[in-house]
Nanobody, 124 residues
């Protein structure tokens, strides 16, 4: 059994910052990379950012590029999402996810393991 646990969500004013963390525990598995997704009420879950352990490559959704930074430590099975200049439209439940292959990092179906999510609320 693999568990992913997110933390760091909360309420912040527009323009503020939050730092989300995700840690992995349980059965050891070969992780290709980890990502953050988010889901706002009434909307589909969408890709936010990803990091690949091989080479440390990172990719971002256009909506967060320049404001969010993903980082992580494969040895510690931890991924961080630093969110700056938050906007009301960033409010959502944020999920971390881990994948064991390198294909289609933006596709939910590419992920093998998911966390339970952490709520981010941004007040205007």
């Amino acid at each position: 059994q693999v568990q992913l646990v997110e933390s760091g969500g909360g309420l912040v004013q527009a323009g503020g910052s939050l730092r989300l963390s995700c840690t992995t525990s349980g059965r050891t598995f070969s992780s290709y990379g980890m990502s953050w997704f988010r889901q706002a009420p009434g909307k589909e879950r969408e890709f936010v950012a990803t990091i690949s352990w091989s080479g440390g490559n990172t990719y971002y959704a256009d909506s967060v590029k320049g404001r969010f930074t993903i980082s992580g430590d494969n040895a510690k099975s931890t991924v961080i999402l630093q969110m700056n200049s938050l906007k009301p439209e960033d409010a959502a439940v944020y999920y971390c996810a881990a994948r064991t292959s390198g294909t289609n990092y933006y596709n939910l179906r590419s992920y093998d393991y998911w966390g339970q999510g952490t709520q981010v609320t941004v007040s205007s």
